[in-house]
C-alpha cells in the first residue's frame, strides 16, 4: 500500500491532465484485471471477475489533483495563473511547483515584503498580484519553455512522519487509487469494477461519464476529506481527526448518501472492530454527487480517510486510517457480495 501511495502521491496530475497517474495506474493494474478501458473523459476503468457474478458493483477514485493553469506570460518572463480546483491561496506562496509538460521548476512570488505598505502586509494578496517564476529573463525566453494553458503543479516530496503518519501532495486522492489498485492485485468475492475517474476537483466531471458506462446498482467512493484537528480550532469545527479512523459519509454538501449502505459499512466496521467517525459538519463534496444522479439514480456509499491541510503541497495523513479504510472497503464488497445491503 506505501510503496503505491508514493508513487502515486509524487506524479502531477492536475484535474483534466491525469495522464501521468493513469499511465501508472493503468500498468500495474494490467497484470491483474479482465478488461481495461480509457472513456472519452479521461476515466480509468478497470474490471475484474470475482467467485460471485451479478450484481454491478462500482468503486471509484479521482486521479486528479488541485493546481493552476498558466494564463499570461508577463514581458518580464513571469507567468501568471489561474487556479485549478478550490485552493486557498494562503498555501502557495513560496512554493515550489511544476510548469507543463517537461516539468519545468518555477517558485510562487509576489512582491518583496520591503516593498509593501502597511495595508498590504495586512491582508492576504490577491491571487492576481501572484505569479510563477521559472528563472526566465523575459518573455521571449520564458516561451522556448512555456505556452498558455499549461498546467502547473505543486513540487512536494513524500514524507514519512511522526508515528504512522506521511506528509505528500495530492493524498486527496491518490490513497483512493492506492485502495483500489491494491484490491485490483488479490482475488475478489464478486465482480468488480474499478474506476479512476478525472476531473473531480473540478466538479466531479468524469464521474457523470463513468456512471452511464458503467451502469453499477451500488457504488462505494473511496475519497480524502478535510481534517481540522489542529490546536486552537473549536470542537465544533474539527470536522474530522486523524487517526481516528475512516470517515463513513451520511451528508455531504453533494450528495446524501443511502442510508441502509451506511448501516452495513457502519454495522462491519463496528464487528470487525476498525475505528470509524462520521463528519462534524455537512460540507465539501465527491464524485458520489454525480454517480447518484446518473441513470435511474444509483445507491451511493462512501469511505474517507482525514486529511489534514487538504489541497496543498504539503497534506497530512494517517497511515493506520489508511489501512482500516482500505480493510472496510474489502469487507464492503464481501457484504454485497453475500447480500447483506437493505
Known amino acids: 500500500m506505501l510503496k503505491y501511495l508514493e508513487e502515486l502521491c509524487c506524479l502531477s496530475g492536475v484535474s483534466g491532465d491525469e495522464g501521468n497517474v493513469r499511465d501508472f495506474i493503468e500498468a500495474h493494474a494490467k497484470k491483474y484485471a479482465d478488461s481495461i478501458r480509457k472513456d472519452a473523459l479521461g476515466n480509468l476503468i478497470v474490471f475484474k471477475k470475482g467467485k460471485v457474478r451479478g450484481t454491478k458493483l462500482m468503486l471509484s477514485a479521482h486521479m486528479d489533483e ?42 510562487m512570488g509576489l512582491k518583496a515584503i520591503h516593498l509593501t505598505t502597511a495595508a498590504e502586509r495586512s491582508e492576504m494578496p490577491k491571487t492576481s498580484s501572484l505569479y510563477i517564476d521559472i528563472g526566465a529573463k523575459n518573455r521571449r ?20 512522519m511522526g508515528k504512522n503518519f506521511v506528509k505528500a501532495k495530492a493524498i486527496d486522492d491518490r490513497f483512493g487509487c492506492a485502495v483500489l489498485l491494491n484490491m485490483i492485485e488479490h482475488p475478489l468475492p464478486q465482480d468488480v469494477t474499478f474506476v479512476f475517474t478525472a476531473m473531480e476537483e473540478v466538479g466531479a466531471r468524469g464521474a ?28 465544533s469545527k474539527k470536522v474530522t481527526r486523524c487517526g481516528e ?38 460540507a465539501g463534496g465527491t464524485d458520489a454527487q454525480a454517480i447518484q444522479r446518473s441513470l435511474e439514480g444509483i445507491r451511493v456509499a462512501n469511505i474517507s480517510v482525514p486529511v489534514r491541510n487538504i489541497h496543498s503541497p504539503n497534506s497530512v495523513a494517517n497511515l493506520d486510517d489508511i489501512d482500516n479504510a482500505y480493510k472496510l472497503a474489502q469487507l464492503f464488497i464481501k457484504a454485497v457480495s453475500e447480500g447483506k445491503y437493505k
Open 208 to 235: 457523470f461519464g463513468s456512471a452511464f458506462s458503467v451502469k453499477p446498482k451500488i457504488a462505494l467512493v473511496v475519497e480524502g476529506t478535510t481534517a481540522a484537528d489542529f490546536a486552537g480550532v473549536a470542537e
Open 141 to 160: 525566453e520564458a516561451e522556448k519553455y512555456v505556452s498558455l494553458g499549461d498546467y502547473v503543479s505543486f513540487d512536494s516530496d513524500f514524507v514519512p
Open 66 to 107: 488541485v493546481g493552476f493553469m498558466v494564463e499570461k506570460i508577463t514581458e518580464d518572463g513571469y507567468l501568471k495563473f489561474g487556479m485549478v480546483g478550490g485552493i486557498d491561496p494562503r498555501v502557495i506562496l513560496g512554493r515550489k511547483v511544476y510548469v507543463g509538460p517537461y516539468a519545468i521548476p518555477g517558485v
Open 245 to 282: 479512523g475512516p470517515v463513513l459519509g451520511f451528508m455531504d454538501g453533494g450528495a446524501v448518501y443511502d442510508r441502509g449502505l451506511f448501516e452495513m459499512t457502519r454495522t462491519l466496521a463496528e464487528e470487525k472492530n476498525i475505528p470509524w467517525q462520521m463528519k462534524g459538519r455537512i
